[in-house]
């Protein structure tokens, strides 16, 4: 595809369950970032991966959350046991080079937890 | 916490006005991006400032950046109502940790 592209669109899950995420980013970028958005508010940054370095993790809340990156490609992003407080736009961006480039985003999940 | 705070949060002019917004950040950069959201979904890329730019300028854009002052200004000129959006600053930090970091946005609404 020619964009980042993020399933699902929207996922409603109850509370408790296990949810994943999935981003596709663009062909041949080496970075991916996920960031999450609660409405009305900036983004908050999650975790980067940048080829095939150690990625940053640093922005992860909890260890419910976590995400890998297959073959410097797809990633998913997972959030066990879910809660209410983790409902909120999820968003997957991609940059062809690790810095002074832009990120390239796709057009988010949105999860509600019930 | 952020690294970049817009200002203001919220702005609503009329159509055919400027429109200015501020982003200020605490650490040293290696570029600062404006972004703009509609709708809460996807972000596009707006406009790039490297660190050692002063001043850039993208059709109706126009950024400029003080890296004495730790601060960017956004100028949209002749707004249109198809401009009203969020539009966010992110810092691309020194350092090796290349991430970006945005600001918590400002909402421009312009009435036509």
């Known amino acids: 595809g020619a964009g980042v592209s993020q399933s699902p669109s929207n996922k409603v899950t109850e509370k408790g369950k296990d949810v994943e995420l999935r981003c596709d980013p663009i062909?041949?970028?080496?970075?991916l970032y996920w960031y999450r958005q609660s409405l009305g508010q900036g983004l908050e940054f999650l975790i980067y991966?940048?080829?095939?370095?150690?990625?940053?993790k640093s922005g992860l809340p909890s260890d419910r959350f976590s995400a890998e990156r297959t073959g410097g490609s797809v990633s998913t992003l997972t959030i066990q046991r879910t809660q209410q407080e983790d409902s909120a736009v999820y968003l997957c961006?991609?940059?062809?080079?690790?810095?002074?480039?832009?990120?390239?985003f796709g057009q988010g999940t949105r999860l509600t937890v019930v | 916490s952020q690294q970049g705070e817009e200002d203001p949060q919220a702005l609503s002019i009329q159509e055919g006005e400027n429109a200015t917004m501020n982003c200020s950040y605490k650490?040293?950069?290696?570029?600062l991006q404006w972004y703009r959201q509609n709708s809460g979904r996807g972000l596009v890329h707006l406009i790039l400032?490297?660190?050692?730019?002063r001043e850039k300028h993208s059709g109706r854009l126009r950024v400029t950046l003080d890296t004495s002052k730790k601060s960017s200004s956004l100028l949209i000129t002749a707004s249109r109502a198809a401009d009203t959006a969020s539009y966010f600053c992110?810092?691309?930090?020194?350092?090796?940790?290349?991430?970006?970091?945005f600001g918590s946005g400002t909402q421009l609404t312009v009435l036509p």
């Open positions: 650490t040293s950069i290696n570029n």
């Open positions: 400032i490297r660190s050692n730019e």
């Open positions: 992110a810092t691309d930090a020194s350092g090796s940790a290349r991430q970006l970091t």
């Open positions: 062909s041949g970028h080496t970075a």
């Open positions: 961006a991609s940059s062809p080079l690790p810095t002074n480039t832009e990120a390239f």
């Open positions: 991966f940048q080829g095939n370095s150690a990625p940053d």
